[in-house]
């Protein structure tokens, strides 16, 4: 006859039993929380600056969908403490209930955003996506919701576990809060000090590979007039990808003199790439120095240029500059990191900052020590980072006016010094996407030089500041407040390329011109972040050269910014 077997404690049983249970419980989907991810999903499909594809709506979606529920799960609980009742498990009825609302709500909300995005597409003469890159959009956003929610799961059972250990110590409320604490920092130092500078180290590495090379085309210049070239005094290898674009190409005298059909000069232009020198000022310092070389204190206009974060300078900007003065023309321009644009954009700050007072600061200390008959018309040019670091050579309105004969920036972003000041203080009445300031005595805004810059009514004497900014670049409108706060060129009148139906919605609309940013140059001319044509009669309007009429400017933007074949 056996024994029977002991029995089994409870604490045991329940030690071996709970595993499924518990793994059920982490699966599982509070109803408020469902219903406030469906609500952020639908309202995710709602337009913004720029045309979505499928698989960066579904990733638009999936993050909205994410902060709905946790938006959800947190009313709940506020109206539960109000209430003062605990949580009970909905009825099959209310998740039926979801079921349909989500299967009628986001259906409805995928077509109007698919009609949405095909409107912003015809605004912008882009062609429609392939129809599997739409279907992947719901399948994406799925993705990208499950894993937030496993990723918020994980911290708080890290915040459960760092309670319960502080609990031996402290009291259970001071764990508590001790441990919602150190799980934020543990969490802010991961994302900062490992995912984000792990992705911009990494980015570092591919971009600084990149720069060792030559652009297809671009060859080492004959002219003793570029930097690189014969006796210029920085080498040819130490200019980067975009410095040998920069002097290796752009127009000859001949070319110039062809447009023209007048007699043109050789065009100066001056380069200092990251591995000419080792900080931004000994590379101002050398630039300068190249160009002091070359001759071109002694041309009739000199441009000091603020790089993109990649050392880029948009082709056009600068050639429309050479060919409206004839040729008789410097320029000058040094890199400040490997980094794109955009990228730049989020990291690169403090640097576009110094390479833009470094670099004017060089060049005007040479420049103010000239006869004052001598002296080059001093012009100042930054496209999108360049813009925020060539603003900071200048305390405001009057400096710029002081110190140079002509402005041009173009795609300036939100975070911009002296953008903020002009367009938080412009005249009443004057929209955020076209500010007037001051009555446009110097600084003014535009999308389209070509159409007039207001106010047309108003005169525009001595040295002219002149912004470039699409009402649908998400580089101009992008913004941290977009999360919590409505600006006014949501609540105005849209610009000419941004539909009226978009709306300023909570969290949605600021990751939606966040998923804007990388693609903000991926548009035809003339819309989000590509100015090129801009530039001729941007140039115009701020030169004033003599001897060009509305043909030459046409022909001439075909030049510089060639139309699609």
Not at 372 to 381: E, G, H, I, N, S
Request: glycine share 10%.
């Amino acid at each position: 006859m056996t024994a029977d077997p002991p029995p089994v404690p409870a604490s045991a049983s329940a030690s071996e039993e709970p595993a499924p249970r518990e793994h059920r419980r982490r699966l599982r989907l509070t109803l408020p929380g469902c219903w406030g991810a469906l609500l952020l999903a639908c309202l995710s499909f709602t337009p913004s600056l720029l045309p979505r594809g499928g698989v960066l709506q579904g990733l638009v979606c999936g993050i909205s969908a994410a902060i709905g529920y946790g938006l959800g799960v947190v009313a709940a609980y506020v109206w539960r403490a109000f209430a003062d009742r605990q949580a009970r498990s909905p009825s099959p009825r209310s998740w039926l209930a979801l079921l349909v609302g989500a299967i009628v709500l986001f259906g409805v909300s995928f077509g109007l955003g698919q009609y949405w995005q095909h409107e912003i597409r015809r605004l912008m003469d882009v062609a429609d996506p392939d129809v599997l890159a739409t279907v992947a959009c719901p399948f994406v956003a799925a993705a990208v919701f499950l894993l937030l929610l496993l990723a918020g799961r994980g911290l708080r059972a890290l915040y459960r576990w760092a309670a319960r250990q502080l609990g031996r110590w402290i009291g259970g409320r001071a764990a508590r809060v001790v441990g919602w604490l150190l799980v934020a920092a543990v969490a802010w130092a991961a994302f900062s000090g490992l995912l984000l500078s792990g992705v911009v180290n990494a980015a570092n590495e591919a971009f600084s590979l990149r720069d060792t090379q030559t652009p297809e085309g671009v060859h080492q210049p004959t002219s003793t007039l570029r930097s690189g070239g014969p006796g210029s005094l920085v080498p040819w290898d130490s200019l980067g990808y975009q410095g040998r674009a920069f002097t290796g190409s752009g127009p000859s005298a001949q070319t110039i003199g062809a447009f023209t059909h007048r007699p043109a000069r050789e065009p100066i232009r001056a380069y200092a790439g990251l591995e000419t020198a080792g900080d931004t000022e000994a590379r101002a310092t050398r630039a300068v120095a190249d160009l002091e070389r070359a001759g071109g204190f002694g041309r009739e206009n000199l441009l000091v240029i603020t790089t993109t974060g990649s050392g880029w300078v948009d082709p056009a900007a600068v050639d429309s500059f050479e060919y409206l003065a004839d040729g008789d023309a410097a320029s000058v321009a040094i890199q400040y990191s490997y980094l794109p644009s955009w990228l730049s954009y989020l990291v690169d700050q403090s640097k576009a900052r110094e390479a833009g007072r470094d670099l004017f600061d060089a060049v005007y200390d040479k420049w103010s020590k000239l006869p004052q008959d001598r002296r080059p018309r001093l012009f100042v040019a930054g496209e999108s980072l360049g813009s925020f670091g060539g603003e900071t050579a200048f305390s405001g309105e009057a400096d710029l006016r002081n110190r140079t004969a002509g402005t041009v920036f173009a795609g300036p972003p939100n975070f911009n010094t002296l953008f903020r000041e002009f367009s938080d203080h412009r005249d009443t009445g004057s929209p955020e996407i076209e500010p007037v300031y001051r009555a446009g005595r110097t600084v003014r805004f535009t999308d389209d030089p070509a159409a007039g810059i207001p106010p047309t009514d108003r005169p525009w004497d001595g040295p002219r500041v002149l912004y470039l900014m699409h009402p649908s670049d998400p580089i101009v409108w992008w913004s941290p407040r977009l999360a919590l706060s409505e600006p006014d060129w949501i609540g105005e009148r849209p610009g000419s390329d941004v539909l009226g139906a978009m709306v300023w919605i909570p969290f949605v609309t600021f990751w939606q011109v966040t998923a804007d940013l990388p693609f903000s140059t991926g548009v035809p001319d003339g819309h989000g972040h590509t100015y090129k044509a801009s530039y001729v009669d941007a140039w115009n309007a701020v030169m004033r050269p003599q001897g060009f009429n509305a043909q030459d400017l046409d022909r001439l933007k075909d030049i510089v910014s060639p139309p699609p074949k």
